[in-house]
């Protein structure tokens, strides 16, 4: 079924081109600081840790666990009306806990908090590539 209202895609800035063609390429890409190997979420031009400017961008596994969530049940966007009820997570990957990343649900039953999940990749219809999670069984 077609959305009657586009949904918002997302646009990407000059830090977080090579995020996006990550998602595109099926991959969840963070900068890896070349000083200090810290990784860097979201992207950025210096390190946090060290203030490097210097960056490689490496795939992440995908995996993570739940630390939050919320579940929208009011239309904050047009495109977005015939979705409601829909859950929205944030993610603590496990390659640096510290980095959390948003994204729709896509499960069945509640999430919880430390509930494993991977990262799934999800053409909108938008034609935007999307990164969202679903539970991941272990
Ligand atoms: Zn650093």
Redesign the pocket.
């Known amino acids: 079924m077609t959305d009657p209202v586009p949904r918002p895609a997302p646009q990407a800035d000059r830090d977080s081109v090579p995020f996006w063609e990550g998602v595109e390429a099926g991959e969840l890409r963070v900068q890896q ?6 990784l ?1 979420w979201p992207p950025r031009e210096i ?6 400017t210097a960056s490689t961008w490496r795939a992440l596994s995908g995996a993570g666990r739940i630390d939050s969530w919320i579940v929208a049940h009011q239309v904050f966007h047009p495109a977005f009306a015939d979705s409601v009820p829909y859950t929205v997570l944030q993610v603590a990957v496990d390659e640096q806990p510290d980095i959390q990343m948003i994204g729709l649900y896509e499960g069945e039953g509640e999430p919880a908090f430390g509930m494993a999940v991977r990262a799934v990749f999800v053409r909108g219809s938008n034609g935007a590539m999307l990164v969202h999670w679903t539970p991941s069984p272990g």
């Open positions: 600081c070349d000083a200090c190997g810290r860097r390190c946090g840790r060290c203030r490097s």
